[in-house]
T-cell receptor, first 109, second 119 residues
Framework: GQNIDQPTEMTATEGAIVQINCTYQ??????LFWYQQHAGEAPTFLSY??LDGLEEKGRFSSFLSRSKGYSYLLLKELQMKDSASYLC??????????WGAGTKLIIKP | GAVVSQHPSRVICKSGTSVKIECRSL??????MFWYRQFPKQSLMLMAT?????????EQGVEKDKFLINHASLTLSTLTVTSAHPEDSSFYIC???????????????FGPGTRLTVL
């Protein structure tokens, strides 16, 4: 079957760094997306990885290890507006996004 | 990325009535649109994939006669919740995506969502 595993909730302090891990099992693999979703809003695109390694984009970086079925999203210099849910979504062999429940990130002052 | 709008953003209706939700792709022609439902603190659940000019493909467990999808043009798809009941209360989100080509083209662009409350 297909499965996404992320922590349900994480808490971090403003200005700090946080890493949100994701492990996945899918039927085939065609890359992995990270989306940010604020409460009551639709998801917005953050990153896409298809090759192993780290992709850096400003304060956010995303890492992928295909052999381990593992990805993480790294957020630096946390701001209060980063409080949101972060969704890990791999693409399976049919190019369908497989969604997990996401990780709710709470930023404290 | 693409810009997607949804209307209405919020709707409250009585049980037994039908509600139509519109999803518009504002700046590109969307051959494929996706309809999702999300209950509080749960993941996005794909309901159906809608292709312009053809019948939608529904996910297992989603009643096609209850959730009517029409994708009559490259910029508009509609979801009609027929005979709505309180258990249909949810956050409905549409997205558009490009199909085929490199995987990156399968990035989805989401509308702002529609909060449906059925009394």
């Amino acid at each position: 079957g297909q499965n996404i595993d992320q922590p349900t909730e994480m808490t971090a302090t403003e200005g700090a760094i946080v890493q949100i891990n994701c492990t996945y099992q899918t039927s085939g693999f065609n890359g992995l997306f990270w989306y940010q979703q604020h409460a009551g809003e639709a998801p917005t695109f953050l990153s896409y990885n298809v090759l192993d390694g780290l992709e850096e984009k400003g304060r956010f970086s995303s890492f992928l290890s295909r052999s381990k079925g593992y990805s993480y999203l790294l957020l630096k210099e946390l701001q209060m507006k980063d409080s949101a849910s972060y969704l890990c979504a791999p693409l399976d062999s049919n190019y369908q996004l497989i969604w997990g429940a996401g990780t709710k990130l709470i930023i404290k002052p | 990325g693409a810009v997607v709008s949804q209307h209405p953003s919020r709707v409250i209706c009585k049980s037994g009535t039908s509600v139509k939700i519109e999803c518009r792709s504002l700046d590109f022609q969307a051959t494929t649109m996706f309809w999702y439902r999300q209950f509080p603190k749960q993941s996005l659940m794909l309901m159906a994939t809608s292709n312009e000019g053809s019948k939608a493909t529904y996910e297992q467990g989603v009643e096609k006669d209850k959730f009517l999808i029409n994708h009559a043009s490259l910029t508009l798809s509609t979801l009609t919740v027929t005979s709505a009941h309180p258990e249909d209360s949810s956050f409905y989100i549409c997205s558009t995506g490009t199909s085929g080509g490199a995987p990156k083209g399968h990035e989805q662009f989401f509308g702002p969502g529609t909060r449906l409350t059925v009394l």
